[in-house]
């Protein structure tokens, strides 16, 4: 058995203490590894670099031969049999739903971001004590306590429970289906807990519904309401953290309609992404990049899985349910990359730049575009057979895949769609997951359902005819975005500051659109990395940059259409 122990002298330091003892098997040199990202982030974490002052002992207490390898594994070179002792530190000063934070209000731990695990023996069971003898909270979080001290049944487990104690702490249950979810708060709760817990209850039911079964025993929310603006949840098996401020505006519809939105979308993840994940993730490998072309059914699907419940459940309105889609509609095409990043290749290249945009922006988002894709794969299951929709396919790969421990393939999903929308599987495929067509792919298959997508010309003629965007400041116009193959994409760069147009300095949006509006032919100085730089630009009428879309019922859609939209936005009581 592994056995871990954390402590904290002085939580005001931020840095607590872990002990890891574990037994050698003799005389060998025993790698540690320190995961090098987390399950829901595809990218490498830099979590290594809050480790310091790391030591090792034999059963006697002495030293033992400890150095770093690699950037995420130390070495310790054991002498023979018996126990070995490893103490070290962690600096905990990331707060946010994936990392972990100490101060004197709380005492947050996520155990993936700083406990080693012995190589080759993550399978073993192991426990966790906290030594905390002036905290007298009860633990928030899925491990059972027992005195101070859990067990897990393996690394794994143990590293996906993250946990916390607070000075003000909340705790309220609910069931459904005689499963218990428990929802565990730190912060100012300004919202009604009885209302709070209908809705709670209502989205879960619907999950529940829609999936016929739960993955878990039991299932925990931990939610960190913080007083400042912030936003982030993250999954785990058995729970989730969310992270949302400030909390104060919790009592308002907007931050509280987000409190529900991404509960909803993390409690989706206990089957998608938890259980029902791509084969490059069985097992997950937590030590190296797991490279997967698939996003658009672990985060795609989830997020529009999550908002789509929220309408099962009643808690959105049809009209705001439109609203939302309009939204994903609009962010998605302010990515300025749309004809040459696919989902396919967005989803894998998550792991060479993160979630920040590429400086070509060679890339997509799994959630927006994802979530779009998944509409357009709904709507044309539904099309061809008004008795199935996107939870046939997701309970296929729950019950034949996630239920045997086994990770779908691009080509286990090609032979699902097939089968729940026959040819229309490859117009999907290359449309919205290896192509660049979802908008107008997705347009498509929400008009059988009486739903008009319709294109909204921006207001300003510089992003209209020109194809730039500047950032929103008052006091200077920075580029912010310029759209490809439009005529600004040939002379402006991002940050361009931009001075004059016409040899007349211009500051504000108003007085650049009355200086375009009077020449076809405008100059432009703009301020580049410490110099000044002229162009001038021809405009024609012929651009429609940065075009929106609003998305509404359609007045004139046929009774077949009006059915198939009532059936699709049906009610689950």
Same mark, same amino acid.
């Given at each position: 058995m592994i056995q871990y122990t954390i402590s904290c002298a002085n939580r005001m330091s931020q840095n607590i203490q872990i002990r890891l003892l574990f037994e050698a098997e003799g005389n060998e040199i025993v790698a540690l590894e320190l995961p090098a990202w987390r399950?829901?982030? !595809?990218?490498?974490?830099? !979590?290594?670099?809050?480790?310091?002052?790391?030591?090792?002992?034999?059963?006697?207490q002495k030293p033992l031969k400890v150095y770093k390898k690699e950037r995420n594994t130390w070495c310790v070179e054991t002498k023979e049999r018996g126990p070995v002792e490893i103490h070290y530190q962690y600096s905990c000063t990331q707060l946010d739903a994936g990392g972990s934070w100490v101060d004197d209000m709380l005492f947050y731990i996520n155990p993936i971001n700083c406990l080693f695990y012995v190589k080759g023996r993550e399978k073993e069971s192991c426990t966790l004590t906290l030594d905390l003898p002036d905290d007298s909270s009860t633990v928030a979080t899925n491990l059972s306590f027992n005195n101070g001290t859990a067990q897990a049944e393996h690394y794994f487990r143990l590293?996906?429970?993250?946990?916390?104690?607070?000075?003000?702490?909340?705790? #309220?249950?609910? +069931?459904?289906?005689?499963?218990?979810?428990?929802?565990?708060?730190?912060?100012?709760?300004?919202?009604?807990?009885?209302?709070?817990?209908?809705?709670?209850?209502?989205?879960?039911?619907? +999950?529940?519904?829609?999936?016929?079964?739960?993955?878990?025993? #039991?299932?925990?929310?931990?939610?960190?309401?913080?007083?400042?603006?912030?936003?982030?949840?993250?999954?785990? +098996?058995?729970?989730?953290?969310?992270t949302l401020g400030p909390a104060q505006d919790l009592a308002k519809p907007h931050l509280y309609e987000e409190l529900i939105s991404i509960s909803s979308h993390e409690l989706y993840h206990t089957w998608n992404i938890c259980k029902i994940r791509p084969a490059e993730m069985y097992p997950y490998r937590l030590h190296e990049e797991n490279y997967f072309r698939t996003g658009f059914v672990a985060e795609g699907i989830t997020t529009y899985l999550g908002e789509y419940f929220l309408r099962q459940s009643g808690f959105f309105s049809e009209e705001r349910f439109l609203v939302e889609i309009e939204q994903w509609f609009n962010r998605h095409l302010m990515h300025r990359g749309l004809e040459r990043a696919s989902l396919s290749d967005s989803s894998f290249d998550l792991w060479v730049d993160g979630y920040a945009g590429s400086s070509a922006d060679y890339k997509v988002s799994i959630y927006v575009a994802g979530a779009l894709s998944a509409i357009a794969l709904d709507l044309q299951i539904r099309l061809a057979n008004e008795n199935k929709s996107i939870f046939d396919l997701m309970r296929t790969l729950y019950q034949e895949k996630a239920l045997k421990e086994e990770g779908y393939t691009e080509a286990t999903l090609h032979k699902e769609i097939q089968s729940l929308i026959g040819e229309e599987e490859q117009n999907?495929?290359?449309?919205?997951?290896?192509?660049?067509?979802?908008?107008?792919?997705?347009?498509?298959?929400?008009?059988?359902?009486?739903?008009?997508?319709?294109?909204?010309?921006?207001?300003?003629?510089?992003?209209?005819?020109?194809?730039?965007?500047?950032?929103?400041?008052?006091?200077?116009?920075?580029?912010?975005?310029?759209?490809?193959?439009?005529?600004?994409?040939?002379?402006?760069?991002?940050?361009?500051?931009? %001075?004059?147009?016409?040899?007349?300095?211009?500051?504000? %949006?108003?007085?650049?659109? #009355?200086e375009i509006e009077l020449s076809r032919y405008p100059k432009f100085t703009v301020w580049r990395k410490g110099r000044e730089v002229s162009f001038s630009i021809p405009i024609t009428d012929e651009g429609d940059h940065w075009a929106l879309r609003s998305v509404q019922k359609n007045s004139e859609a046929s009774d077949e259409q009006k059915l198939r939209y009532k059936n699709w936005m049906r009610e689950i009581s």
């Amino acid at each position: 058995m592994i056995q871990y122990t954390i402590s904290c002298a002085n939580r005001m330091s931020q840095n607590i203490q872990i002990r890891l003892l574990f037994e050698a098997e003799g005389n060998e040199i025993v790698a540690l590894e320190l995961p090098a990202w987390r399950p829901g982030r !595809y990218e490498f974490q830099t !979590y290594a670099r809050n480790i310091f002052a790391v030591y090792a002992f034999d059963a006697a207490q002495k030293p033992l031969k400890v150095y770093k390898k690699e950037r995420n594994t130390w070495c310790v070179e054991t002498k023979e049999r018996g126990p070995v002792e490893i103490h070290y530190q962690y600096s905990c000063t990331q707060l946010d739903a994936g990392g972990s934070w100490v101060d004197d209000m709380l005492f947050y731990i996520n155990p993936i971001n700083c406990l080693f695990y012995v190589k080759g023996r993550e399978k073993e069971s192991c426990t966790l004590t906290l030594d905390l003898p002036d905290d007298s909270s009860t633990v928030a979080t899925n491990l059972s306590f027992n005195n101070g001290t859990a067990q897990a049944e393996h690394y794994f487990r143990l590293a996906d429970s993250p946990f916390f104690l607070s000075s003000r702490q909340g705790h #309220e249950v609910y +069931q459904v289906n005689g499963i218990s979810f428990h929802i565990w708060t730190h912060g100012e709760t300004t919202y009604d807990k009885t209302i709070l817990l209908t809705h709670f209850r209502a989205i879960t039911a619907v +999950q529940l519904a829609a999936m016929h079964t739960f993955p878990e025993k #039991e299932y925990h929310f931990l939610l960190l309401l913080f007083p400042f603006t912030h936003y982030h949840g993250v999954e785990h +098996q058995q729970s989730t953290v969310i992270t949302l401020g400030p909390a104060q505006d919790l009592a308002k519809p907007h931050l509280y309609e987000e409190l529900i939105s991404i509960s909803s979308h993390e409690l989706y993840h206990t089957w998608n992404i938890c259980k029902i994940r791509p084969a490059e993730m069985y097992p997950y490998r937590l030590h190296e990049e797991n490279y997967f072309r698939t996003g658009f059914v672990a985060e795609g699907i989830t997020t529009y899985l999550g908002e789509y419940f929220l309408r099962q459940s009643g808690f959105f309105s049809e009209e705001r349910f439109l609203v939302e889609i309009e939204q994903w509609f609009n962010r998605h095409l302010m990515h300025r990359g749309l004809e040459r990043a696919s989902l396919s290749d967005s989803s894998f290249d998550l792991w060479v730049d993160g979630y920040a945009g590429s400086s070509a922006d060679y890339k997509v988002s799994i959630y927006v575009a994802g979530a779009l894709s998944a509409i357009a794969l709904d709507l044309q299951i539904r099309l061809a057979n008004e008795n199935k929709s996107i939870f046939d396919l997701m309970r296929t790969l729950y019950q034949e895949k996630a239920l045997k421990e086994e990770g779908y393939t691009e080509a286990t999903l090609h032979k699902e769609i097939q089968s729940l929308i026959g040819e229309e599987e490859q117009n999907f495929w290359t449309h919205c997951i290896t192509g660049h067509f979802i908008e107008p792919y997705v347009s498509k298959a929400l008009e059988e359902f009486g739903i008009s997508v319709n294109k909204v010309s921006s207001a300003y003629s510089h992003e209209r005819l020109l194809g730039i965007k500047f950032k929103p400041t008052s006091s200077k116009l920075d580029v912010a975005k310029l759209q490809i193959n439009s005529p600004s994409a040939s002379f402006f760069l991002v940050d361009d500051q931009l %001075l004059s147009v016409n040899d007349k300095p211009v500051s504000t %949006l108003h007085a650049l659109q #009355e200086e375009i509006e009077l020449s076809r032919y405008p100059k432009f100085t703009v301020w580049r990395k410490g110099r000044e730089v002229s162009f001038s630009i021809p405009i024609t009428d012929e651009g429609d940059h940065w075009a929106l879309r609003s998305v509404q019922k359609n007045s004139e859609a046929s009774d077949e259409q009006k059915l198939r939209y009532k059936n699709w936005m049906r009610e689950i009581s």
